[in-house]
């Protein structure tokens, strides 16, 4: 949705540079304005601060306090868990900003192809109105299913409204299941940033166990905008 610019302020008035200077204030009264003016500029001071730690407090949470990551191309910002790491590799799709994933221990023998593991992704799309929220993000869960898990079979266990910020977004839960009757946990916010842009998290269980699934799902719900 395209929007029309907004109506600038009213030109300001000439100056009144013809006026003379205004007299000078008593002395008594030039103190009380100066402590006027002090009082003022505490007063404003701890205004400023007490909206600067409301601006940069974090909720409650199981991730409050952890390492967050800033995905300025997406417009968004989430948590990486103990244990995780942030992909700096490269090596993403074009489809993805920025990733976080568990990190993979010494005892770990598995390979990049045979799965398994905590992933969040988050990526940037075009803009999404409120009312198509919903079937965009379901759409969208059902096609990262069959990209990640070609021969899978997925099911829409969740699908509810929610909001990152002040912005609407919706979120959409899928349990997928394989040919060799392995499990996969997938779940996806999808986020209007604004009427040109929206953003995304795709976090992915397998074995999608109920700790594993809890984890992925607090990266999501940590989600923050920049």
Not at 16 to 34: M, N
Request: one cysteine or more; glycine letters at 10%; charged letters at 20%.
């Amino acid at each position: 949705m395209i929007t029309s610019a907004p109506v600038g302020p009213p030109p300001y008035p000439p100056a009144p540079a013809h006026l003379p200077p205004a007299p000078a204030a008593p002395a008594r009264k030039r103190r009380a304005a100066v402590a006027g003016v002090v009082a003022v500029l505490v007063l404003a001071l701890v205004c400023g601060l007490a909206v600067m730690w409301f601006m940069t407090r974090e909720d409650g949470g199981p991730l409050a306090g952890r390492p967050r990551v800033t995905d300025g191309t997406a417009g968004i910002s989430y948590a990486i868990p103990e244990g995780w790491e942030r992909n700096d590799k490269g090596g993403l799709i074009n489809a993805f900003t920025s990733s976080v994933a568990m990190k993979r221990t010494a005892s770990d023998t598995r390979t990049d192809d045979e799965g398994g593991g905590r992933t969040v992704l988050a990526g940037r799309a075009g803009g999404i109105p409120q009312s198509s929220l919903r079937p965009q993000t379901e759409r969208a869960a059902r096609s990262n299913a069959e990209y990640f898990y070609p021969d899978g079979r997925s099911t829409i266990e969740e699908s509810r409204a929610t909001t990152v910020g002040d912005r609407p977004a919706h979120t959409v839960v899928l349990k997928v299941s394989d040919r060799q009757g392995h499990t996969a946990h997938l779940r996806m916010t999808l986020i209007s940033v604004d009427d040109s842009r929206s953003a995304f998290l795709l976090g992915i269980t397998q074995p999608a166990g109920p700790a594993e699934r809890r984890e992925v799902d607090s990266v999501l719900e940590s989600a923050s905008l920049v």
